[in-house]
């Protein structure tokens, strides 16, 4: 068939459509135009993570735990055959748990991810990966080691940033404003995390600023930090899935910037293909000025904008996949 070996493999276009949308949305596209393709969800350690390493099965379970202020919640894990349980700690301390105006990174505390943790164990985990993105924390992990003193099980922890703990990179100064913190504020969230003792001899590592600081909590009590998208390439086996005779890879994520080329979806997908000589095309729901040369350094063949326009997303991927599947049909018969 013609264009047999195109894989759709997307990151969320967050508030707008999760990644296997997407994945479906660029997929059907390809149908339309007579291309069958596979559809591969990913993420880079940030929500969507336990989705995207849920194709080996496994069961989803819940849990009572407290959201970042404390209140009950019901928070997912998935329990996976082979013993390993998937975490996020987006499910319990969550930004997405809070309204704009509860927004208090100086009040919320990481307690409930080491509930959750607690609880995959209950459940008969014998080792966890925890997905770091997207908490509404900056508290070091101090709410964790309320409940977590020590690791019950190995955990591998998988962030979706490369930054330190401490400094202009660092968590509370990079990553702070953007969970509600003030200026005044960011300067004290800096101060109580250099005020940790026990994270002090790992806060220059890569990823230790994940998730206002637990990064480096986790490596305190011995976990093995990994870039979230190295992690979920190796698990879903991505470069077997491209040496199985791939010729294109279509990637993507709401806002493609500055970031994408840093350890999110789209640079490691771009990096697989180019060392597998497979073509890969970037979709960005917007493409921010000066994005295009890093990926393009990394191996992306095309940065393709959507345009920007949220409500016509999963229309716009469809448009998208459907344009390459036709090129596709012309250049096989060409």
């Not at 995207?52 to 894990?77: C, H, Y």
């Amino acid at each position: 068939m013609p264009g047999r070996g195109v894989v759709c493999c997307p990151d969320s276009f967050k508030g707008v459509l999760s990644a296997a949308d997407a994945a479906a949305a660029l997929a059907g596209g390809f149908r339309a135009a007579g291309i069958e393709a596979v559809e591969l969800p990913l993420a880079d350690g940030g929500e969507g993570t336990a989705d995207a390493l849920s194709f080996r099965g496994g069961e989803w379970r819940t849990a009572t735990v407290t959201d970042p202020l404390g209140r009950p919640v019901e928070a997912r894990f998935l329990l996976r055959g082979d013993g390993v349980a998937v975490v996020e700690a987006a499910e319990a301390v969550g930004l997405w748990r809070l309204a704009p105006d509860e927004l208090d990174p100086i009040r919320a505390s990481s307690r409930g991810l080491g509930e959750l943790l607690l609880a995959a164990v209950a459940a008969g985990a014998r080792r966890i990966i925890v997905a770091l993105g997207g908490t509404a924390t900056v508290d070091g992990g101090l709410g964790m080691r309320e409940v977590l003193d020590r690791l019950p099980v190995p955990v591998t922890a998988a962030c979706d940033v490369r930054n330190p703990l401490l400094g202009r990179r660092g968590a509370a100064r990079a990553f702070g404003p953007q969970k509600g913190a003030t200026p005044v504020q960011v300067e004290e969230l800096e101060r109580r995390l250099a005020a940790i003792p026990e994270l002090a001899p790992v806060a220059a590592l890569a990823g230790a600023g994940s998730a206002g600081g637990l990064g480096a909590a986790f490596a305190a009590l011995g976990a093995e930090l990994v870039a979230g998208i190295d992690l979920v390439l190796r698990e879903v086996d991505f470069d077997g899935i491209l040496a199985s005779g791939v010729r294109l890879a279509v990637t993507g994520e709401g806002g493609v910037d500055a970031s994408s080329a840093e350890g999110k979806v789209p640079a490691g997908v771009a990096t697989a293909c180019a060392g597998r000589g497979v073509a890969c095309v970037v979709a960005g729901g917007t493409v921010a000025p000066g994005a295009e040369p890093a990926l393009y350094e990394l191996g992306a063949t095309a940065v393709f904008p959507l345009g920007g326009r949220p409500e016509r997303t999963r229309d716009d991927l469809a448009a998208c996949g459907e344009a390459l599947g036709r090129l596709l049909a012309r250049l096989a018969f060409a």
